[in-house]
């Protein structure tokens, strides 16, 4: 088979399935070897993958509608994708936070995974509805503020905020539009 790079290079690769065990082209899970080298099997460029996806004209094919066939060349170069996969989730995992956090339960992680998306979509919203020329839509009126900044304990009595300080803190609270370079990931 032909390997087609994104860079616009093509090499010849080998690839076969196997029987193993519980693996053959026509079990449940199939067991493929692709290679740059099939006398030397190279650790660099030599991949040994397990997929479900069913042999093109084999019963198995027939029988699962809902799951497409793949030859060797489409296996080889689904996987081929793979770093591609890995690097933008590596990239998005960075630009959430989620390589900032660590957890020790599913619960746990699953509540900062709903903070972090819900984040990422309020931002996606605030971006997308953004006028021509970089202004940003209009706003609602802020929402009110409480009269008092603490109430007793250790700072004494309730304070006033200044009706300047009221006027400035809706806009210091969050920002109307990103900085000059900024983007969206």
Not at 136 to 147: E, G, N, Q
Not at 149 to 170: I, M, N
């Amino acid at each position: 088979m032909v390997r087609r790079f994104h860079d616009g290079h093509e090499e010849p690769w080998w690839a076969v399935d196997l029987r193993l065990g519980s693996y053959a082209p026509e079990y449940p899970t199939r067991l493929v070897v692709a290679t740059s080298d099939p006398r030397t099997l190279p650790a660099a460029s030599t991949w040994y993958l397990v997929t479900n996806l069913p042999v093109p004209g084999t019963t198995r094919a027939a029988a699962h509608p809902g799951l497409p066939p793949a030859d060797l060349e489409e296996v080889v170069r689904l996987y081929g994708l793979r770093q591609w996969v890995e690097q933008g989730y590596k990239q998005v995992k960075q630009e959430l936070g989620w390589a900032d956090f660590q957890v020790r339960s599913d619960r746990a992680i699953r509540r900062h995974w709903a903070l972090v998306c819900c984040a990422f979509a309020f931002c996606w919203w605030h971006e997308s509805h953004r006028l021509h020329g970089g202004d940003v839509a209009p706003r609602a009126a802020p929402l009110p503020l409480p009269r008092q900044l603490g109430v007793g304990g250790k700072w004494g009595a309730e304070r006033d905020l200044t009706r300047r300080t009221r006027q400035l803190l809706p806009t210091a609270l969050l920002a109307t539009c990103a900085a000059g370079r900024a983007e969206l990931a």
